[in-house]
Antibody, heavy 120, light 107 residues
């Protein structure tokens, strides 16, 4: 059974850095073709794709957020970490991690999400 | 970025109705199109991948079609548990953009 779970702070002050961890089980991020991505959703709004890291350490970012995002993986710990700098209240959202496997590049399995509020 | 445009943004339908949601890509994406269902307070769930392939465990009343720039998600007979928001997503190139969502409400 594949599961993913996000963890991190629920409240962050403006200008601070957010670090989110996705801890997963049931698959390995060293398996060819597998990736883990981050997606966010502001309250009442649509999904926004943020970043993706592949089994071979290929990293992809949303161009609009690229300067603020860093995605890394720790294969031995089954974790993917997303760092976002210079937080603003507009970054308030539920942040999801999800697995991408197979040729379709779809997000097959999602974590439950973690709500992050940016406020002073 | 490839822009994904869904229509309608919302719709009202009754149990048993046939429902169709469309998604248009800003450029050709072949069949790299996925559909997700999201219920309030829950994570999205993959329904359809590669435009027309049904994800394991998803009821057969859901189907997808299309290629290039125009795609559709069809629910053949709407069930009470289908009232949700549906998103399309292109996985042709990064950033793997989502549509703005279609909320399916009870009529």
């Amino acid at each position: 059974q594949i599961t993913l779970k996000e963890s991190g702070p629920t409240l962050v002050k403006p200008t601070q850095t957010l670090t989110l961890t996705c801890t997963f089980s049931g698959f390995s991020l060293s398996t060819s073709g597998v990736g883990v991505g981050w997606i966010r959703q502001p309250p009442g709004k649509a999904l926004e794709w943020l970043a993706l890291i592949y089994w071979d350490d290929d990293k992809r970012y949303s161009p609009s957020l690229k300067s603020r995002l860093t995605i890394t993986k720790d294969t031995s710990k089954n974790q993917v970490v997303l760092t976002m700098t210079n937080l603003d209240p507009v970054d308030t959202a539920t942040y999801y991690c999800a697995q991408s496997a197979g040729g379709s590049n779809a997000f097959d399995i999602w974590g439950q999400g973690t709500m992050v509020t940016v406020s002073s | 970025d490839i822009q994904m445009t869904q229509s309608p943004s919302s719709l009202s339908a009754s149990v048993g109705d046939r429902v169709t949601i469309t998604c248009r890509a800003g450029q050709s994406i072949s069949t790299y199109l996925n559909w997700y269902q999201q219920k309030p307070g829950k994570a999205p769930k993959l329904l359809i991948y590669a435009a027309s392939s049904l994800q394991s465990g998803v009821p057969s009343r859901f189907s997808g079609s299309g290629s290039g720039t125009d795609f559709t998600l069809t629910i053949s007979s709407l069930q009470p548990e289908d009232f949700a928001t549906y998103y399309c997503q292109q996985s042709y190139s990064t950033p793997r953009t989502f549509g703005q969502g279609t909320k399916v409400e009870i009529k």
